[in-house]
């Protein structure tokens, strides 16, 4: 059995009891050295072979696994933050697939929740934003036509950009040819919940100029939205007046 884990956004005791359990379990690791905390290798019991993805293809992963499972091991896919982001698990599950290879997914605490810890912010504020935008600025990945950053910037709402941080000029000005002002608040987090994590509190006008004189290249995503402002209504389920399935409000 294989079981892809999130190991969570950086810190080590953010990765869940069920991942943490099948870490001391695994008979074989296979983590994301780039972005997963080291730290977590500290559960893996006394003899559990350790590989980082960081140095294979998908298909030396695969050969891992496959052997794994024809010796009857447990092997653990370790990645970083939760898989279901940008973390290329699908492309594996497929192939296990097509071997008859049994697998399941722990999900883990991805980066942008991370941040929004590190900045101690609501992401959905009534009357700012009720959507969020996770998206990346094109690169040597491209990006399908119908969500270029321009027109997803076009929408104003709260908007995590991953991947992008050495591509900011030009993030920047597809940012601004949307519905963003150069003053809409924006701030670069590096390294969520690790140790050395760092804010940086900027505007959309100077996202670019803020990364470059922080010297942060990558590790970070970029927040963007009225989210970091100051101004937002309260909420209508902690209403006095709002009635809802849980309360009868002053409104009945
Ligand atoms: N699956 C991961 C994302 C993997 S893509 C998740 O859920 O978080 C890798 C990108 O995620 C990095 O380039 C960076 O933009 C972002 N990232 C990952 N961990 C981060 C952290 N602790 N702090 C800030 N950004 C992070």
Request: charge should be negative; aromatic fraction near 6%; hydrophobic fraction near 40%.
């Amino acid at each position: 059995m294989i079981h892809f884990v999130g190991a969570g956004s950086g810190a080590a005791d953010l990765i869940t009891v069920r991942g943490a359990k099948l870490l001391e379990e695994a008979d074989v690791i296979i983590y994301a050295g780039s972005l997963v905390n080291p730290a977590l290798l500290e559960y893996a019991h006394e003899g559990c072979e350790i590989h980082n993805s960081a140095h294979m293809t998908l298909e030396e992963v695969i050969e891992v696994m496959k052997a794994a499972e024809a010796a009857g091991k447990m092997t653990v896919r370790l990645h970083t933050g939760d898989p279901s982001l940008y973390g290329a698990h699908r492309e594996q599950m497929d192939l296990l697939d097509e071997e008859g290879i049994a697998y399941d997914v722990v999900p883990g605490v991805s980066s942008f929740c991370g941040a929004a810890a590190a900045l101690k912010a609501e992401y959905t504020l009534p009357n700012v934003s009720q959507s969020v935008i996770i998206t990346r600025m094109e690169g040597r990945t491209p990006v399908p036509d119908g969500e270029k950053l321009r027109s997803m910037a076009s929408h104003g709402c709260t908007m995590v950009l991953f991947l992008s941080t050495s591509l900011l000029e030009q993030a920047q000005e597809e940012l601004l040819a949307g519905a963003y002002e150069p003053d809409t608040p924006a701030a670069i987090v590096y390294k969520a919940t690790w140790p050395d994590e760092k804010v940086f509190p900027c505007t959309v006008g100077t996202l670019a100029e803020t990364a470059r004189e922080a010297g942060v290249k990558n590790t970070a995503l970029i927040t963007i939205g009225g989210f970091l402002g100051g101004a937002y209504d309260r909420s209508r389920l902690y209403d006095p007046a709002f009635t809802h399935m849980f309360r009868k409000g002053t409104d009945e």
